[in-house]
């Protein structure tokens, strides 16, 4: 009796330790979500309200995926797309690259580099809510600077018989946009390609089949300037 008495003892003891672990384990996972929703905190109140733009350099740059995203099809009606507005844009000091097994990209800070990407304004909160669950844990919204493209002219045919433009105008101005913050290990030392995630991945991630995408010029066209600038 008096060994049973012991091991119950124990037992009690151990359970108790486990209880309490497991209570940590809870409040850590509680504090996690509590910081990673911290940089939305301010977005309480109607779902139609204004967010601050939002400048995307990877998946979200082709239209048909943000349009998932935030209106849940890639093709939504004109009447909830057209109060977009979609502007070629340049973050400095930061550099894009592929995570390992992955078909997006993360974002980390990098001297003297540069990001070519999407400066997207005429976002609401509640489009900034489903933007930052499709983000997840990986990453973080932050306040940045980019060079957006506001006005440029038509010019004349290129060689490849494709347009091209002068007089381009930049602008510096606030945006909003997700940092990678789990490990830099799983980043692979390459630029991540928009062109090859267009052709080869894009399908799967709008919900698009293929003969609708290769209808869907404006997927590039309306995205306008997705070049690499030196």
């Not at 057209?82 to 930061?94: D, E, M, Q």
């Not at 493209?149 to 510096?172: C, F, H, S, V």
């Amino acid at each position: 009796m008096e060994n049973d008495s012991i091991s119950s003892s124990t037992d009690t003891v151990v359970d108790d330790q486990s209880d309490s672990q497991w209570r940590a384990k809870y409040l850590e996972i509680v504090r996690n979500q509590l910081a990673r929703h911290s940089a939305v905190d301010n977005l309480a109140g109607e779902e139609h309200e204004p967010a601050p733009p939002c400048f995307f350099y990877g998946t979200l740059m082709a239209l048909p995926v943000l349009y998932n995203v935030i209106y849940r099809s890639p093709e939504p009606p004109e009447h909830m797309s057209s109060h977009l507005t979609v502007r070629p844009a340049i973050l400095k000091n930061y550099r894009r690259r592929l995570i390992l097994h992955c078909e997006y990209p993360g974002l980390t800070a990098h001297p003297g580099s540069q990001v070519a990407g999407s400066f997207v304004s005429g976002l609401t909160k509640a489009n900034l809510w489903d933007l930052h669950n499709f983000e997840g844990r990986e990453y973080e919204l932050v306040p940045v600077k980019v060079d957006v493209l506001t006005e440029r002219t038509l010019g004349p045919l290129g060689p490849d018989g494709k347009p091209t433009y002068e007089n381009e105008i930049w602008k510096e101005m606030d945006a909003m946009t997700y940092i990678y913050i789990a490990s830099e290990d799983r980043l692979v030392d390459r630029e991540w390609c928009f062109q090859s995630y267009m052709e080869n991945q894009m399908g799967n991630w709008s919900g698009l089949t293929a003969s609708s995408l290769s209808n869907q010029t404006w997927a590039t066209g309306k995205m306008l300037l997705f070049r690499r600038l030196k």
